[in-house]
């Protein structure tokens, strides 16, 4: 399996700019999660979906972010429009929905810098 | 709610020695628990998981976890470390039959090993 797939690993651009990034979760897991990672404040759940549904967004920091989730292979993180506080690692992760003993998948994130 | 602390946010070690990380939850109902690692410019991966029966639970790379109902604790050992076991490492936890609920992380565990 190719695991958890997402793009782009590095992101490099200036504030005000949109910034869209990728996540292809594992195919078959029903849930999708994405987290943001700061040395400030760890590792933070933005949003999940179930079976491409968002289920909590209790977590996106601002309307400027937002998330969506077409079909169960694909998934966008949407920053418009972006700021330097924005600068963190996002992580994108899958899970089978059947037990919550599934351990989540996570991909190898997207460093965001917003200059 | 459940939250998860974990006590120590740095823990340098010489190579060779033992290590514990740990490791506390707070929960009103039984949980799953879960060790992430994360290496630098990666994603967390899965270390280990207790979902019931014996208390103590081994992983990869070396490392053990043991579950104390009594403490709430299920700190994470290794006899002995190798300079590859530099990481961030994270407790996790989710309630049995959680249904949408996602994982509770704590805020990490950075470990250096030391040549």
């Known amino acids: 399996d190719a695991g958890v797939i997402q793009s782009p690993r590095h992101e490099v651009t200036e504030m005000g700019q949109e910034v869209t990034l990728r996540c292809k979760p594992i195919s078959g897991h029903d849930y999708l999660f994405w987290y943001r990672q700061t040395m400030m404040r760890g590792l933070e759940l933005l949003i999940y979906f179930n079976n491409n549904v968002p289920i909590d967004d209790s977590g996106m920091p601002e309307d400027r972010f937002s998330a969506k989730m077409p079909n169960a292979s694909f998934s966008t993180l949407k920053i418009q429009p972006s700021e330097p506080r924005d600068s963190a690692v996002y992580f994108c992760?899958?899970?089978?929905?059947?037990?919550?003993?599934?351990?989540?998948?996570f991909g190898d994130g997207t460093r965001l810098s917003i200059l | 709610a459940q939250s998860v602390t974990q006590l120590d946010s740095q823990v340098p070690v010489f190579e060779e020695a033992p290590v514990e990380l740990r490791c506390n939850y707070s929960?009103?109902?039984?949980?799953?628990l879960f060790w992430y690692v994360q290496y630098p410019n990666q994603g967390l991966q899965l270390l280990l998981k207790?979902?019931?029966?014996?208390?103590l639970v081994k992983g990869i790379n070396g490392f053990e976890a043991e579950f104390n109902k009594s403490q709430t604790s299920f700190h994470l050992r290794k006899p002995s470390v190798h300079i590859s076991d530099t990481a961030e490492y994270f407790c996790a936890v989710i309630p049995l039959n959680s249904g949408n609920t996602p994982l509770v992380f704590g805020k990490g565990t950075r470990l250096s090993v030391i040549a």
């Open positions: 929960s009103s109902v039984s949980v799953y």
């Open positions: 207790y979902l019931s029966g014996s208390t």
């Open positions: 992760a899958s899970s089978l929905m059947a037990d919550s003993n599934q351990p989540q998948h």
